[in-house]
């Protein structure tokens, strides 16, 4: 039976879904969970296809890393501005970035963007698929887990709960946002909507009369989340210090990211992804700044560094985190590129991050040092990283039931 | 009129009597496996298979299973050559030229702007038709044009080609291009001399092409896509037909198990030269072994070029090969087709095989590659690169020496290892009966596949047979996929297709963008994965984007869907029932 809650706040959402609601009620309307404090927010990114850790925070201070990369290493930082666009970007003597990464050499050194090296999933498997699939679930080596590792790590909700509190951007909802708490899966913020609004609530009588249980419950959070965005849908929206997002899929998912944490329509984690790592061949163009690595990178960067700029103060709530599923072959194969290897890299971004610095143990390249000799070791679970930020970001202490089994090392990032 | 679309929405909705069983009841109990045992009605029995078998039952399907009988019926679509194929497809599919192409008349009639120059240039051959020479010559002019302009001259009408235009057009044929009825425009087109057509379409600014588009017979309509380059044709028509099949095939299981083959031996088109490589792939490797014998598919599609560079196995190189060291510095061995025909296409990643068989089955097949992938491409063994050491793979050893036997050797091991013939079922059973597939069916199924040599009919048999196929846990119980919500609603409204790509493109934006996963993986078979609000809205838009004749080339005949009707279709198609089949 509807409580009196119930009907204030379906009134108050049906006034926000006519646009009837000042932006005032909106933002009323979720800021009366938090009196006073804004809620911190999670964003995760995933680079789909395992990206070449070694080749993105490049191990220029270590010989076996050119020994084994004889024609895609990227070279040693330079003094030379002639050639500075095709060297490693030094950050701390021993790593530096891929050039490409450009745009986040300034974030690492005014300390907002952390790095973590030699970090990934203690899993063996090298099937991007079951990688992706544990790292998403947050349960290395189990299968059977059904939810994801940013669904179990919100926060339990008091009060009003908004239908956004989890938004992944594009076609369908991935692994990591499902579970219990309704997530929502979303290309843009525009087209999520019915375009008829005589239709749009026949459809919503009959998803909430579906037999099966799936298809009504995904109905009702559907038209939750449609009645929520109603309103930012009506406004233009135009990134905030003249941040430029990329074209192509990433940087819009940013960006809409950007618009509806600005728009305090609760949302508290979202996910977006990107594709397109999987370098098995010609990872390096003619110049370590051309290619399908480089090309790829640079949209990565461009996108980052528009979204840290666009959000402005908000950061100070907001933490990024990317991951990708695992690292590559510290030795080049065959056709200048890498194989699917171990451990990686991950960034870490926010206004509370503690920047600057490259976290984890590194465990060289030598031959007795690699992983199965062939892979870069891991020395830091990617369960350390997400953990910290799920305890010490969000608040939320439960890191027992988000990530079983495992007792996550907090490394300081925040 | 109305009542037979009201009659197929009914059908297609399953409004019989019988409540619907929900998947999500059937997981989270025991009750489950009781759900497989418990049978349909005839009627449910009927439903069930025009559901999973067809791409949506049209109006009166019902009726021709039921006069024919339901066992005759199954048994003729598990033998589609007996099938007399529909007509009307035949002549949607007559102008998509480049599906009955080879990869080497693709690369010359459908070129990229480089090959036009290379042509151009003498150092490639243009393409025999005289017509087709003129017009990439002409492109090539205009790709000229554009670069010494130094910018996009695509980009919108422009002074200069307003005057080319005058130039080609007198003022009168203009005034009808630009104002005429849908007959005059098309005259004043057809008026230009031939030779001058082409001129007059790169002449065009955008409005008018767009307009002159619209009102387009197919073959006109063809030629003012290629005006924005041919090389995007390839993958047009392989949409396209894609759409066509599923909609208008009388052989439906046939073009379901060829979507759900080319979907388990995933080529994604973008890369490189797979573009011109998968419409060869998918007619002549996936297409003739649907119903035939795994171990003939799965050889077809290792030797298939399309396969050979999606994985990169055509640059494999053994590390101790006489051709090791060539000019661009060492090559080597690339694991990547090695783990995906274990992991994906054979075994299935819990089927019980070592990072030491992968690189093993890799070495293998070193020396697979193709000639000139550039230029359509075919098969080819280079032994200079093979690896020619003693290999093991799964515990099979391979003696030194064997050459390209060696290939066909994993080929074989893997054919008949005991975890393809459950990773195979398991997967077609989740196709075609649940999610969750019971596991008493799927050792069954295996069964067949172990005793008839992985013969893919027969393990289709076993599956269309078995009680479980025809049981209360199975029936509705699969989400559609984007492309089966898709084709199942133009099916259900009996829709009039003039131009598939607007459809193809609605099936992208319900997130399934046809011909372009780019992981190996390919989609989902799971309901789950299309579970979701964004996908969910998208299905609801569709369904009044076509009930209210949106869909551009899709035309819901007014008569039999009057404006009552019309909204009738929309919601119903838009309806959590619509989406299960």
């Known amino acids: ?414 | 009129m109305r009542n037979r679309v009201v009659l197929a929405l009914a059908a297609a909705l399953c409004l019989a009597a019988v409540p619907e069983i929900s998947a999500y009841a059937k997981k989270k109990n025991a009750e489950g496996s009781r759900q497989f045992q418990k049978q349909l009605t005839n009627d449910q029995k009927i439903l069930q298979a025009l559901n999973r078998l067809t791409y949506g039952p049209r109006s009166g399907d019902v009726r021709e299973v039921k006069s024919m009988g339901l066992k005759k019926w199954i048994d003729r679509q598990l033998h589609p050559e007996n099938i007399a194929e529909n007509p009307v497809l035949a002549g949607k599919l007559r102008t998509l030229d480049t599906l009955t192409m080879s990869g080497s008349e693709l690369v010359r009639n459908y070129p990229t702007p480089q090959m036009v120059r290379q042509m151009v240039n003498g150092q490639i051959p243009f393409p025999a038709d005289p017509d087709r020479k003129l017009m990439l010559t002409k492109l090539m002019q205009k790709y000229e044009q554009r670069q010494a302009k130094g910018g996009d001259a695509a980009a919108g009408p422009n002074v200069a080609n307003a005057q080319a235009l005058g130039d080609l057009l007198s003022s009168q044929q203009l005034r009808s291009m630009r104002q005429g009825t849908a007959q005059q425009r098309l005259a004043a087109f057809h008026a230009i001399p031939k030779e001058k057509q082409d001129d007059a379409i790169g002449a065009m600014p955008q409005g008018l092409r767009q307009g002159l588009f619209a009102i387009a017979p197919p073959e006109l309509r063809r030629r003012l896509e290629m005006a924005n380059g041919p090389q995007q044709m390839i993958t047009r028509d392989l949409s396209e037909g894609k759409l066509l099949r599923a909609v208008y095939s009388n052989r439906q299981l046939d073009e379901v198990l060829a979507d759900f083959w080319f979907n388990h031996f995933n080529i994604y088109l973008d890369k490189g030269a797979d573009r011109y490589l998968v419409t060869e792939y998918e007619r002549e490797v996936i297409r003739p072994h649907v119903l035939g014998k795994f171990k003939e598919l799965l050889e077809a599609t290792a030797k298939s070029p399309a396969m050979l560079f999606y994985l990169d196995n055509w640059q494999s190189v053994g590390p101790d090969a006489p051709q090791a060291r060539g000019k661009k510095g060492a090559r080597g061995l690339n694991e990547n087709y090695g783990r995906e025909l274990l992991e994906l296409h054979t075994l299935g990643v819990d089927g019980g095989y070592t990072q030491a068989d992968v690189t093993e089955a890799a070495r293998c097949f070193t020396g697979w590659t193709i000639l000139q992938p550039q230029r359509g491409g075919e098969f080819a063994f280079n032994k200079r690169v093979h690896d020619e050491g003693e290999k093991t793979v799964l515990g099979v050893r391979i003696a030194a020496g064997g050459g390209m036997s060696d290939g066909e050797q994993v080929l074989d091991i893997v054919a008949h290892h005991p975890s393809t013939a459950r990773f195979i079922s398991k997967k077609l059973a989740m196709r075609f009966v649940a999610d969750e597939p019971p596991a008493s069916l799927v050792d069954r199924m295996a069964e067949t596949f172990r005793k008839t040599d992985g013969d893919l009919r027969a393990v289709m048999k076993t599956m269309l047979e078995s009680k479980e196929f025809f049981s209360e846990g199975a029936y509705r119980s699969k989400l559609k996929s984007p492309l089966e919500v898709v084709a199942s609603a133009v099916r259900t409204v009996n829709a009039e297709v003039d131009y598939a790509f607007p459809l193809a493109n609605q099936v992208s934006q319900l997130g399934q963008p046809l011909y372009r996963k780019q992981e190996p993986t390919g989609y989902s078979n799971s309901s789950k994965e299309w579970l979701n609000s964004g996908g969910l809205l998208a299905r609801m838009n569709f369904a009044l984007q076509l009930a209210d004749n949106k869909v551009p080339g899709v035309k819901v005949d007014t008569n039999q869907a009057a404006r009552p009707d019309a909204s009738v279709a929309a919601i119903a198609l838009g309806s959590p029932e619509f989406q299960k089949r």
């Open chain 1, 1 to 414: 039976m509807p409580t009196r809650r119930f009907f204030l706040r379906n009134s108050a959402l049906a006034m926000v879904g006519v646009g009837a609601a000042p932006l005032w009620l909106e933002r009323a309307l979720h800021a009366a969970d938090a009196p006073g404090a804004r809620k911190k927010i999670l964003v995760a990114i995933f680079q789909r296809g395992a990206a070449d850790g070694l080749n993105v925070v490049v191990p220029h201070g270590e010989k076996a890393y050119y020994d084994l990369r004889p024609t895609i290493a990227i070279p040693r930082p330079t003094s030379d501005p002639g050639k500075r666009g095709d060297t490693a970007l030094d950050l701390d003597g021993f790593f530096g970035l891929h050039p490409s990464l450009a745009p986040l050499k300034p974030l690492f050194d005014q300390q907002h963007l952390a790095i973590v090296d030699a970090v990934g999933s203690p899993d063996p498997t090298r099937s991007h698929f079951d990688a992706q699939d544990y790292m998403e679930s947050g349960t290395p080596g189990r299968k059977a887990t059904e939810d994801g590792w940013m669904n179990r790590a919100l926060p339990k909700a008091a009060g009003k709960v908004s239908p956004l509190r989890v938004v992944a951007l594009g076609p369908v909802l991935p692994r990591a946002v499902r579970g219990s708490v309704p997530a929502v899966a979303m290309q843009t913020i525009e087209g999520f909507q019915v375009r008829n609004a005589e239709a749009a609530k026949q459809f919503e009588q009959m998803y909430s009369a579906a037999k099966d249980p799936l298809m009504q419950a995904a109905g009702r959070e559907t038209f939750e989340a449609v009645a929520m965005l109603q309103a930012i849908q009506r406004r233009p929206y135009t990134p905030a210090a003249g941040a430029d997002y990329p074209r192509g899929r990433f940087g819009q998912s940013l960006q809409q990211i950007a618009q509806l944490i600005k728009s305090d329509v609760g949302v508290e984690m979202a996910f977006a992804d990107i594709g397109g790592w999987d370098h098995h061949v010609n990872e390096l163009g003619p110049r370590p700044s051309e290619g399908v690595l480089a090309n790829l990178l640079r949209e990565y960067g461009q996108a980052l560094s528009a979204f840290w700029k666009d959000m402005g103060d908000r950061m100070n709530d907001v933490v990024v985190v990317t991951m990708s599923e695992f690292g590559r072959t510290a030795r080049e194969n065959g056709n200048r590129g890498t194989d699917h290897g171990h451990a990686n890299s991950m960034f870490v971004l926010g206004g509370a991050v503690k920047g600057g610095k490259v976290y984890g143990k590194w465990p060289g390249l030598e031959r007795e040092q690699l992983h199965e000799g062939r892979d870069l070791a891991l020395t830091t679970d990617f369960r350390d990283v997400l953990g910290e930020l799920v305890a010490r970001h969000l608040g939320n202490p439960s890191l027992k039931t988000i990530f079983p089994g495992y007792d996550p090392k907090l490394l300081g990032l925040v």
